[in-house]
């Protein structure tokens, strides 16, 4: 099985990329995770954000290939606990698809683009910074990933 995130935002900072590959280079190949940024819906002052979210939705369909499971972060999705999560990862890895797993913009995803998908996931009900999404994303799989393997890193 491999991950993909989709997340809408570009040109992150250093120190964002650094943190994601921390873990990235930690998974294993059958558990890997490849990060696709998608570019900003255009935003304005007195821009429509409805249409903006569109614009991000369409480019993110516009990389789907179909056969996947679709996974929306959402403010109001699921909230998990680390061992729920990697229980829903076990799941993941016995469908025998990949995972892509879709971050939003400022303004989230699309409605129709979360209806499409298989389930949604609650980071927090904080509203989280998207840079800091990539990094507590990659680490919580990882973190998921060593539950399920027995590896020592999730005390």
């Known amino acids: 099985m491999k991950l993909r995130m989709l997340a809408v935002g570009s040109k992150m900072p250093a120190w964002v990329d650094e943190g994601v590959e921390t873990y990235r280079k930690r998974l294993p190949r059958d558990?890997?995770?490849?990060?696709?940024?998608?570019?900003?819906g255009q935003r304005?002052?007195?821009?429509?954000?409805?249409?903006?979210?569109l614009q991000e939705a369409e480019r993110i369909n516009a990389k789907l290939k179909g056969d996947?499971?679709?996974?929306?972060?959402?403010?109001k999705g699921n909230a998990w606990s680390t061992p729920q999560?990697?229980?829903?990862?076990?799941?993941w890895r016995m469908l025998g698809?990949?995972?892509?797993?879709?971050?939003?913009?400022?303004?989230?995803?699309?409605?129709a683009l979360s209806a499409r998908a298989d389930v949604t996931w609650s980071l927090s009900p904080l509203t989280l910074p998207h840079p800091l999404v990539r990094i507590m994303l990659a680490e919580q799989l990882y973190r998921a990933w060593t539950l399920l393997v027995g590896h020592p890193y999730h005390r």
């Open 68 to 75: 996947e499971y679709l996974v929306a972060l959402e403010v």
């Open 97 to 111: 698809k990949d995972v892509v797993l879709l971050v939003g913009g400022p303004d989230g995803l699309d409605p």
């Open 85 to 91: 999560l990697a229980s829903e990862a076990d799941q």
């Open 31 to 40: 558990f890997s995770l490849v990060i696709e940024e998608i570019a900003l």
């Open 44 to 53: 304005g002052k007195n821009t429509d954000v409805s249409k903006a979210r």
